[in-house]
């Protein structure tokens, strides 16, 4: 680009900024959103936590041991274990439990039963070789914690009878420990914080910055169009690919600010809420030089996300028809790092060169502190590849006067032709 | 019909908005008139003289908080029903549905007028002969060029044949062809016997097209009357010399 | 109501509708393809990391003296690749990233202790700890058996309690409970996307071109049209419900969901279409309701999101574990529907909350429906005003004050929880006095109020003492009684009573400091920004019922704590009347610190008086005597 045009395309940059900053609801949607999201996202969840923590401590399970399940010096144990309603049917089932076979088949019809019906949250009956079958409900609410207790309380009571059993024969009880297990964590506090950014935050920021590119990009072409501002903008003294260029910018910017606001007030809402819960295992600390490259890989993201944004915009004719236009490229980009997003997944040669793939894996590699700088540098590369190339096809688009001036719907079939035929004299 | 033939009728009107920040806004305060079949009446003001707030009354979906208005011996307020089956009404922001077709569009309109089934038909053949539109009868609206959405929105505006015409600035926005095709149009219709009530700021197209003229000013009429009389009484020869010769005299 | 009417106006919009393709698309289609990708996808993605993961060789080392513990686990960790390393290493080895994990032997009491080190950060690390660990588990297990059998413990006394579990759930339970979490949320997502759509056409766009002012001129009733407009945006909820509920069904059933196919019953996903259909029809009339207001297209769309967004919330009940349908939930909008809709899906749903669910579904939308009759009122329309002075018209006040009060939150969240957090003393008064007091006087100053009028605190009198003392038993009274009521509802957790406990403990700081830090100065800080900035602020433009309402549930909310949320609004409520009643700020500041200080001091005592009908008696009598001493309201007002 020409010294002079560059100067034009800051002074379209600006006036798209200017622009944007003044309407009111932009303004609301990039700030205050982010900054009012985050702290009632992790104040819902904590206390959704309480709330249920509180439910479960103050329910009581109700079992129902059929037959001879642990006859009753053993089912005992089970109630003094707590929280537990323990009932006791004796009959027809419950008895062929130890050989198996028919038995088996009539206690489980008796135990869907009674969980089906919501008399019992959990049935213990006789199982193989003087152990025992616990029927749970795993499309029952209260079945799946009725289960955890009531395996919590077997253990225990298993242990408990060990214990009993050895110090009624004279040996100490401690020493069945015989050895314990214990695990511990090397990584700090930062390191573990760092791993849980990495985890959450990748797919995150490419949607919020994609999102928050949107509604500009949308503005700047389509909504030029329904403004009938479009054809003012033609007619600039002003090269067509500055044009694009200072569009192009304000997008960028106000996408990049999408994600850097969203960054921090992710990180800022984290650590206020860490430090509320006095969690000390995990601290979010991410160092300046981290949070610029992972910026850094927001804006080449961004750059062949933006080109592909305004490209396509420029066929719709109204705002409207822009976003109808772009709502599945958007879900494009909010599917794929979903999708890509798996544990133990990392940048390799191949994924560094797949689009969208690659920032998701660079930002997490980023975030968590473990880059492995040569397919970190690939995909760095592929993106600024990718970024110039939508960006000049992007252009060569924009520069046809005939898209800007559509009245008529421009159907998006024609896109190929359009991209083909020789430049127009803007 | 009332009593003296006139197909619109106002007496008295009056419409008070309540504004947060002015206070209350008298938009229009006592205005009376009459207007007879076959006969074209302009209403000329300034922008935000009561001329678009006297015909939104007169079509009823503004109530007016004193005074009288009727179209073809409705009241109304009282029978709103029977005033909107008698007028047809254009604005110059009305807009037409991007994805129905112009036939759609009359179809769709001519129903909610309750036309019958026998009769829908032929009358949309003849609009769209009359409009020139059976080129483009079949194409949606969105593809239309400005001119002959015009055309299909005065179709619309006549579906029914109704005996008032009520039209606000139809001319807005026109180019000369489509402003000339529109009153072409309004001749048609007044030599069909047609009432119209009709207002602009075009003054050419008022002394053009008006029978009798009246000049709005704040909620008021400062005068109403044939081109003549108003030059009689100014002692000016063209509109744009007359109304500001009113606005100046007490 | 003239049917032909509603019918001309539905087949329009339905006609329009049909004929946007590409939004069609986007709300419509575009869901509906997502699913089996989104599930296909995911589970092949997280198979193949976790196959990856499973079959990596890690790397295990043994610290000094863990040779003991290294012979007998050695040949369980080659289960899975896995290279144990000979020597010894220190922890050091592990973050140069020499081994994945070691394990070193710590001499405990009562039983020496296997201590296995690894790093959270890496996949890899993570993964060898999980190994070495269930190695260790199996080694330990096998050790305790054969020690009980020297001492001659035979058979093993923990048999008996041994367990094998079994899922008595049919596979169409197993299906319907998985389609049952994720179908409610989606059917509210879809209802309400494709139904904004409609709406928005319906009445935002339709006046933003002009058209519905050519409606309105013609012969037929504003009611008729708004509800032909009704039934195309219901219609279009309820085709995108119904492409959805057959897609993600499919999914389901063809085992997108984890791998195995589930079956899914025709009949359930049938009833559960049959109860959405009142909530999109309650869905429908809000979004009528609310693009109706807008006077384009974009400005209905950023009236929209919110609504969305908070139908989502109830929309959650049936995604979350553990929440049950109960007769009190079903009268949930939205959420009762959602549970309902779950039940249905599972089976064996119990009959009278699923049958309330829908019922009380129907009289919402009734409800809403007989509103919408009134939304095409043409004196609102057709008023020629800019977009935001007809929605900036109403309790413009108010809205700046509470504006003012979603700014102080948000300082006191991320500026004041962190120092709290390092600092529970200085934090809280950094909080009260830093915050809290300064943003009083902010949120005063959006309200267009002078200080000396929202707060109100020019002559401290006699009466002002003496209401607040006779008035601290009952404001006791009612925050303890609500505690304990609101515990069937909502249990507080042990770990919380004991953190609060700890935090208002008068063993580690004196009584002098801790009336200062817990008492007086909330009672300032906070009686001058709820009772004086806010409180005065809404009574701007607000009736005192709703003024009271609104400050107190920001009063509750305050606390950030969902147990204090109703005793603490209670309270402020309490206050707010005083407030209000007194003309004054004085009584409310000494009531809140009298009555922190009795918590304070005699929390023990007063829930053991709540037992006692005298206590409750002399409080009531307390709270009359105060409110009469203040007969003529506002009688100082300034």
């Given at each position: 680009m020409r010294e002079g045009s560059a100067a034009d395309a800051l002074r379209i940059f600006r006036k798209e900024v200017v622009g944007a900053a003044r309407d009111r609801h932009t303004l609301l949607h990039t700030v205050a959103v982010p900054l009012l999201v985050y702290p009632l996202l992790f104040l819902g969840t904590a206390q959704w936590m309480v709330y249920r923590k509180g439910v479960e401590e103050n329910a009581t399970y109700r079992v129902l041991l059929l037959?001879?399940?642990?006859?009753p010096p053993l089912g005992e144990k089970l109630v003094r274990a707590g929280g537990l309603g323990v009932e006791r049917e004796t009959g027809?089932?419950?008895?062929g439990g130890g050989g198996g076979g028919g038995g088996g088949e009539a206690d489980l019809e008796r135990a869907r039963a009674s969980l089906l019906r919501g008399e019992a949250d959990v049935v213990l009956a006789p199982g193989e070789s003087g152990t025992l079958r616990l029927y749970f409900d795993s499309g029952g609410e209260r079945s799946e914690s009725g289960r955890r207790r009531v395996e919590r309380a077997l253990e225990g009571a298993g242990e408990e009878a060990r214990r009993d059993a050895a110090a009624d024969r004279g040996?100490?009880?401690?020493?069945?420990?015989?050895a314990s297990v214990r695990r511990e964590d090397l990584a700090s506090p930062e390191e573990a914080g760092r791993r849980v950014l990495g985890a959450l935050l990748p797919v995150l920021l490419l949607v919020m910055s994609v999102t928050g590119a949107f509604g500009l990009a949308v503005d700047v072409t389509a909504g030029e169009k329904e403004r009938r501002t479009a054809e003012t903008t033609l007619l600039l003294p002003v090269p067509s690919r500055a044009v694009f260029a200072g569009k192009f910018l304000a997008v960028l910017a106000a996408g990049g600010l999408a994600s850097a606001l969203n960054l921090a007030s992710m990180l800022l809402a984290s650590r206020a809420f860490l430090g509320g819960l006095g969690e000390r295992s995990l601290a979010v600390h991410v160092p300046p030089a981290s949070l610029a490259l992972v910026l850094l890989v927001c804006l080449l993201f961004l750059a062949s996300a933006v080109s592909l944004l305004l490209g396509v915009a420029l066929?719709?004719?109204t705002f409207r028809e822009g976003q109808s236009y772009l709502t599945p490229l958007l879900t494009l980009f909010i599917l794929v790092p979903m999708l890509a997003f798996q544990p133990g997944a990392r940048l390799t040669g191949a994924t560094a060169l797949v689009p969208i793939v690659n920032a998701t894996f660079a930002l997490r590699e980023t975030l968590e502190g473990s880059i492995s700088p040569g397919p970190f540098l690939l995909a760095l590369a592929a993106m600024a590849v990718y970024g110039a190339l939508a960006f000049a096809l992007a252009a060569r688009l924009h520069a046809r006067a005939e898209l800007h001036l559509a009245e008529e719907a421009l159907p998006l079939r024609r896109f190929g032709a359009w991209l083909r035929r020789p430049e127009a004299v803007a | 019909m009332s009593e003296d033939g006139a197909a619109i009728r106002v007496e008295g009107l009056v419409k008070v908005y309540a504004d947060p920040?002015?206070?209350?806004?008298?938009?229009?305060?006592g205005v009376s008139f009459a207007c007879a079949r076959g006969e074209v009446l302009g209403l000329l003001g300034p922008?935000?003289?009561g001329k678009t707030t006297t015909l939104r009354i007169l079509s009823t979906v503004l109530l007016p908080t004193e005074g009288a208005a009727s179209v073809a011996g409705h009241d109304c307020v009282e029978e709103p029903l029977a005033v909107r089956r008698s007028i047809g009404f254009l604005s110059a922001n009305t807009g037409l549905?991007?994805?129905?077709t112009a036939r759609e569009t009359l179809d769709f309109f001519g129903r909610l007028h309750h036309l019958p089934e026998d009769r829908l038909g032929p009358r949309i053949e003849t609009l769209l002969e009359a409009f020139d539109l059976r080129e483009i009868a079949?194409?949606?609206?969105?593809?239309?060029s400005t001119g002959q959405r015009q055309r299909v929105s005065l179709a619309r505006t006549v579906v029914h044949a109704p005996p008032v015409l009520i039209l606000d600035?139809?001319?807005?926005?026109?180019d000369i062809l489509g402003a000339s095709a529109a009153i072409l149009f309004l001749q048609s219709q007044r030599a069909e016997g047609c009432a119209i009530l009709f207002s602009t700021h075009v003054m050419a197209e008022a002394e053009k097209l008006c029978d009798r003229i009246g000049i709005l000013h704040r909620g008021r009429i400062l005068a109403i009357g044939t081109l003549e009389e108003l030059r009689t009484r100014t002692?000016?020869?063209y509109l744009e010399e007359i109304f500001p010769a009113l606005l100046s005299s007490p | 109501m003239n049917l032909g009417d509603v019918r001309l106006v539905f087949l329009r919009e339905a006609r329009d509708l049909l004929r946007d393709r590409r939004a069609l698309f986007a709300s419509l289609f575009l869901p509906a393809l997502l699913y089996p990708a989104l599930f296909f996808g995911t589970a092949h993605f997280r198979k193949a990391a976790e196959k990856s993961l499973e079959n990596r060789e890690v790397v295990v080392g043994f610290g000094p003296g863990a040779e003991r513990i290294r012979f007998a686990i050695e040949g369980l960790l080659r289960r899975r690749p896995c290279r144990v390393l000979s020597g010894s290493f220190e922890p050091s080895d592990l973050a140069e990233g020499r081994v994945h994990a070691i394990v070193e032997s710590s001499p405990a009491v009562p039983a020496p202790e296997a201590v296995v080190r690894f790093r959270s950060n890496s996949d890899l690390s993570a993964e060898a700890a999980a190994r070495v660990g269930r190695a260790l588990e199996d080694w330990r297990e096998e050790a305790r058996r054969t020690r009980l059998e020297t001492w001659g413990v035979?058979?093993?006394?923990?048999a008996a309690f041994r367990f094998e579990a079994v899922d008595a759930a049919l596979p169409e339970r197993a299906g319907g409970a998985l389609l049952g979490r994720l179908l409610p949320l989606v059917l509210v997502l879809v209802t309400i996307s494709a139904g904004s759509v409609a709406a928005l056409e319906a009445f935002a766009a339709e006046r933003e071109r002009g058209t519905l002012e050519t409606l309105l001129v013609h012969p037929v009733a504003p009611s008729d049209l708004a509800t032909g407009k009704f039934l195309a945006i219901l219609a279009a909820s309820l085709a995108a419900a119904v492409t959805n509920v057959a897609s993600l069904g499919a999914t389901v059933a063809l085992g997108?969901?984890?791998?195995a196919s589930h079956s899914v019953s025709l009949s359930a996903l049938a009833g559960a279409f049959l109860l959405l259909v009142p909530t999109a029809a309650f869905l429908a009339g809000l979004l009528a309701e609310v693009s109706a207001r807008a006077r384009t297209f974009r400005e209905g769309q950023n009236y929209v999101l919110p609504l969305s967004l908070a139908c989502m919330v109830p929309g959650l009940a049936a995604f979350l574990p553990g929440i049950e349908l109960t007769p009190l939930l079903a009268l949930v909008p939205i959420g009762g529907t959602a549970l309902a809709i779950r039940e249905v899906l599972k089976?064996?749903?119990?009959l009278l909350p699923v049958a309330l669910a829908g019922a009380s579904a129907t009289v919402y939308a009734a409800l809403l429906v007989r509103r919408t009759?009134?939304?095409?009122d043409a004196e609102r329309i057709l008023?020629?005003?800019?977009?935001e002075a007809e929605a900036s018209r109403a309790h413009l006040h108010s809205r700046r004050t509470l504006g003012a009060t979603a700014a102080t939150f948000l300082l006191v969240f991320y500026l004041g929880f962190p120092a709290q957090a390092r600092d529970p003393i200085g934090g809280l008064l950094a909080t009260l006095y830093g915050i809290v007091l300064p943003c009083a006087f902010l949120v005063a100053r959006a309200s267009g109020l002078p200080p000396r009028e929202a707060f109100r605190l020019s002559a401290l009198r006699p009466a002002h003492v003496l209401a607040a003392a006779a008035l601290v038993p009952a404001a006791g009274a009612i925050s303890g009684l609500l505690l304990r009521l609101q515990e069937r509802f909502l249990p507080t957790p042990e770990s919380l009573l004991r953190e609060m406990a700890e935090k208002m403990s008068l063993d580690t700081i004196s009584p002098s400091l801790a009336l200062l830090l817990f008492a007086a100065s909330p009672g300032l800080c906070e009686e001058l920004l709820f009772r004086g900035a806010i409180l005065r602020g809404l009574r701007r433009d607000l009736p005192a019922a709703k003024a009271v309402a609104i400050s107190s549930l920001l009063f509750g909310a305050f606390h950030f704590e969902i147990h204090r949320l109703v005793p603490q609004a209670a309270l402020g409520a309490l206050l707010a009347a005083l407030t209000l009643r007194a003309g004054s700020l004085w009584p409310a500041v000494l009531l809140h610190a009298g009555h922190n200080a009795l918590v304070l001091f005699a929390g023990e005592a007063v829930s053991y008086l709540l037992l006692d009908p005298r206590f409750l008696v002399a409080s009531a009598l307390g709270a009359f005597a105060a409110f009469r001493l203040f007969a003529r309201p506002g009688r100082d007002a300034a």
């Open positions: 037959g001879d399940a642990l006859p027809e089932a419950g008895k040996f100490d009880p401690t020493e069945l420990e015989v066929f719709a004719r | 920040r002015r206070g209350e806004v008298r938009a229009l305060d922008n935000g003289a549905y991007p994805r129905l079949d194409r949606r609206c969105e593809k239309l600035e139809p001319t807005t926005g026109l002692g000016r020869r | 035979l058979p093993d006394p923990a997108g969901a984890g791998g089976g064996g749903a119990p009759g009134r939304l095409l008023r020629d005003e800019p977009p």
